[in-house]
T-cell receptor, first 113, second 115 residues
Framework: AQSVTQLGSHVSVSEGALVLLRCNYSSSVPPYLFWYVQYPNQGLQLLLK??????LVKGINGFEAEFKKSETSFHLTKPSAHMSDAAEYFCAVSEGTGNQFYFGTGTSLTVIP | GAVVSQHPSWVICKSGTSVKIECRSLDFQATTMFWYRQFPKQSLMLMATSNEGSKATYEQGVEKDKFLINHASLTLSTLTVTSAHPEDSSFYIC???????????FGPGTRLTVT
């Protein structure tokens, strides 16, 4: 069975500070991992994904995530927060092509000016 | 590329009526589409997996007679909420897989309010 745990339902950072959103997964097979961002009343936008290639994945808007198998983690980071980064972030895991996604409960990011 | 649209973006209906939500893949063929439901401040809950030309696979606890899913073509899946009630009010999101890789592309969502 697969599952995703996002530690911290709410994270607040100051503008310009480091953003760190945590995601831990469990999977019986090598996972595919994703981070999505959702703005109010909108669908999900893919930030980045890990599909068994490079463990450090760079995404859009300056975000990146590192797959650490030993820690079963896929934390999302951004060196310097921007006001426009305020949104809901979801981590997801799947087993592969065509398989369903399992989403974490989401982390709401607030950026303080 | 890989754009998914939903129509309508929001709908208000009276209790007891039925509402149809469309999910379209605009520039690719989607053999598989997913329907999710999202309550305020919560994560996405998978309702069903829709495969073109076959019956949808519903997740446990989702009433298949209430949430009718039809995937009649490679670019269109529909979700019909039958005899809607206020507790069906939610944000419904669809997604589609292109067949290349395993990325899901999400629609912008449909806000359903049942009065």
């Amino acid at each position: 069975a697969q599952s995703v745990t996002q530690l911290g339902s709410h994270v607040s950072v100051s503008e310009g500070a480091l953003v760190l959103l945590r995601c831990n997964y469990s999977s019986s097979v090598p996972p595919y991992l994703f981070w999505y961002v959702q703005y109010p009343n909108q669908g999900l936008q893919l930030l980045l994904k890990y599909t068994s290639a490079a463990t450090l994945v760079k995404g859009i808007n300056g975000f990146e995530a590192e797959f650490k198998k030993s820690e079963t983690s896929f934390h999302l980071t951004k060196p310097s927060a921007h006001m426009s980064d305020a949104a809901e972030y979801f981590c997801a895991v799947s087993e592969g092509t065509g398989n369903q996604f399992y989403f974490g409960t989401g982390t709401s990011l607030t950026v303080i000016p | 590329g890989a754009v998914v649209s939903q129509h309508p973006s929001w709908v208000i209906c009276k209790s007891g009526t039925s509402v149809k939500i469309e999910c379209r893949s605009l520039d690719f063929q989607a053999t598989t589409m997913f329907w999710y439901r999202q309550f305020p401040k919560q994560s996405l809950m998978l309702m069903a997996t829709s495969n073109e030309g076959s019956k949808a696979t519903y997740e446990q606890g989702v009433e298949k007679d209430k949430f009718l899913i039809n995937h009649a073509s490679l670019t269109l899946s529909t979700l019909t909420v039958t005899s809607a009630h206020p507790e069906d009010s939610s944000f419904y999101i669809c997604s589609a897989i292109t067949g290349k890789g395993n990325e899901q592309y999400f629609g912008p969502g449909t806000r359903l309010t049942v009065t």
